[in-house]
């Protein structure tokens, strides 16, 4: 029997994090001031446009924020009551992989091209375990096994080349579970898979998730996957997340006018619509943010009180948004 | 609803990986590597091949002709130089001078070039600016004057040759790892080998190296041959190889005088170098189009 969710600590707990980085075009707040949480077994969907700071949260998580730029990292990070913001970069390595993992968007070039999946997969569990020779590979032809590659045995001795996309984000996954983590963050891994392909991912995924019972952070543009996937729902505009909740209230009582415009530009099927509703404008420039809400410019219902940042306010038990139309009256 | 995530996988044979397929396949380069095989035989077995000690002199035989002139004689088959030493026993051992320096030369320079480069393009910013700057001042230092200076201050010797072209020619390796190593870090294995816990130096040296060892093979190839040139250059100059030594630059330049009445004795040293540098430039080009022809430019 598993106790009731609000009772189990989060695996993962961000608070007011803050990513700025320094650039030739002025200081970009990439993050600004995110804070959520994800339990043991659950999964937070974070979801907004391209440049929104989605993948910028999840590379902060890990310490791994482009080192060119110099800026801010700030904030609370804690993995199981542990900060990882303050850790040394030595600790740091022995936390990723091992504590966190984290599968990419790429497939045709996650792997290493010149050597082959079976040494790739190897070091991983090498490092982790401490595991050698026969009993070495047996594990690695298990955790392939165990993200459902057929003939496991024969596709170690093979190189990432000749593998198919599918199939290589699937090596990518098993490389991510080697530990297993704690915390697995997955940053749109279907967006280059096809659309089959894709729904067999993200059902290995959820399987992988039950038998690890790792915590999960989904990045992703697309809401139905959303739907499918997550518990807890971040929607993301400009480095802030502007409404959170549960998946289910998200989706069926939106309250950012954010929000409601992504929803209502997904097409549905049955759905009496002449042209598709898109989001009139620009996502705006994060090296030079308004003072007020940073959707206010692009917002149909804006108003005079936009020009000061509204604060996050909670609408319903676990649902806030950032917005002044949730303001008491 | 569950999606089963083995629907629609098929286990398909697995062909076997043949690392060496590919340098197979379009036919090796014949001659270039029996040109190179034989010089690199000769330069092993001169002591035993060579017909006569190459620093013998013996000035009652001074430029004898190639044998098939009717001067010549079986005893000297390319003839005397101008002290009646075998010209064909000097090739052989010149051979050995021209070959090690350009292989030594080229493996220091790679071996220093390449960590520079992997390690700018690695770190980035500001690391990489001061390596690359001081690349850049490296490459516009002229090879020849530096071992001109080096063979006035210290005195010539195969070692100062080595230094002088080695010195200077690492910057070429540093620019052209570097650029590789920026293409890589943008790919998502980089990234991914960095999130599993990987450090500086397991990116670097299992991840970044690797990859940019087919560039690094066509470029030591193509300038082992540039370095023989250099290398009979600077022998040419008197600033290499000291005499008595047989070097194939310095025995050229010993014949230079005579090239009307002994034209053998620059000739065959020449033809040597020609064949040795066309060889492996032929065998430089023909690896670049096997294994990475996106390398054109080099």
């Known amino acids: 029997m598993r106790s009731p969710a609000s009772a189990r600590p989060p695996v993962i707990e961000v608070r007011d994090l803050r990513t700025h980085l320094v650039t030739r075009w002025g200081t970009v707040k990439a993050v600004d001031g995110v804070s959520f949480a994800v339990r043991e077994g659950e999964t937070l969907g974070l979801v907004g446009e391209s440049g929104s700071g989605k993948s910028m949260t999840c590379l902060s998580i890990v310490r791994l924020t482009p080192r060119s730029a110099s800026g801010v990292l700030e904030g609370t990070v804690l993995l199981d009551g542990d900060e990882l913001l303050t850790k040394s970069e030595k600790e740091m390595q022995r936390i990723r992989g091992r504590k966190v993992a984290m599968i990419l968007q790429d497939p045709m070039s996650s792997l290493n091209p010149v050597f082959s999946i079976g040494m790739q997969l190897r070091e991983p569990v090498a490092a982790y375990h401490g595991l050698r020779g026969a009993t070495l590979r047996r594990r690695a032809a298990e955790l392939l096994a165990s993200v459902r590659i057929p003939s496991p045995e024969a596709r170690l001795r093979a190189f990432p080349h000749q593998l198919s996309g599918g199939m290589r984000q699937r090596v990518v996954g098993a490389m991510a579970i080697a530990a297993p983590p704690r915390l697995l963050i997955a940053d749109e891994p279907t967006t280059s898979l096809d659309l089959t392909i894709q729904a067999q991912y993200l059902g290995l995924l959820k399987e992988l998730q039950e038998r690890h019972r790792f915590a999960m952070i989904f990045v992703t543009h697309n809401l139905g996957i959303v739907a499918k996937m997550c518990e807890q729902v971040a929607v993301m505009y400009a480095g802030r997340i502007v409404e959170m909740g549960p998946v289910r209230e998200i989706f069926t009582s939106p309250r950012h006018p954010y929000t409601q415009a992504l929803l209502e530009s997904v097409p549905r099927l049955g759905a009496k619509l002449d042209r598709l509703m898109a989001i009139e404008g620009q996502p705006p420039d994060l090296a030079r943010l308004p003072a007020g809400c940073a959707f206010a410019a692009r917002c149909p219902k804006v108003m005079d009180r936009c020009v000061e940042a509204p604060p996050e306010m909670a609408v319903a038990p676990g649902h806030s948004s950032r917005c002044w139309l949730q303001a008491p009256a | 609803m569950r999606v089963d995530p083995m629907e629609g996988v098929t286990a398909l044979p697995v062909a076997e990986p043949r ?280």
């Open chain 2, 19 to 298: 690392p060496w397929g590919r340098l197979r396949a379009g036919g090796l380069p014949v001659i270039p590597l029996g040109i190179i095989t034989t010089f690199v035989l000769i330069a092993i077995l001169a002591p035993l091949i060579s017909p006569a000690d190459p620093e013998e002199q013996s000035l009652r035989n001074r430029f004898r002709p190639p044998v098939w002139d009717e001067r010549g004689s079986w005893q000297h088959p390319l003839g005397t130089d101008r002290l009646g030493r075998d010209m064909l026993s000097r090739i052989f051992y010149g051979s050995r001078v021209s070959l090690t320096a350009g292989v030594v030369t080229v493996l220091l320079a790679s071996a220093f070039g390449a960590a520079v480069g992997l390690v700018a393009g690695y770190y980035g910013g500001r690391v990489d600016a001061v390596l690359m700057r001081l690349t850049d001042a490296t490459m516009s230092f002229p090879v020849i004057l530096l071992a001109l200076i080096l063979a006035v201050t210290v005195g010539p010797s195969f070692a100062n040759v080595v230094v002088a072209i080695a010195v200077i020619l690492w910057a070429r390796y540093a620019r052209v790892i570097r650029g590789q190593v920026l293409t890589l870090m943008e790919l998502d294995f980089i990234a991914q080998a960095r999130i599993a816990g990987a450090g500086a130096w397991r990116v670097i040296s299992r991840h970044l190296l690797p990859n940019t060892l087919n560039t690094l093979v066509v470029l030591v190839t193509l300038q082992i041959g540039y370095v023989i040139i250099v290398e009979a250059s600077l022998s040419f100059l008197g600033a290499g190889i000291p005499p008595p030594t047989p070097a194939w630059g310095s025995m050229i330049a010993e014949g230079r005088e005579f090239v009307t009445s002994a034209w053998w004795v620059s000739f065959f040293p020449g033809l040597a170098i020609l064949l040795v540098v066309l060889a492996f430039n032929l065998l430089g080009d023909w690896l670049r189009d096997t294994l990475d022809p996106k390398l054109r430019q080099l």
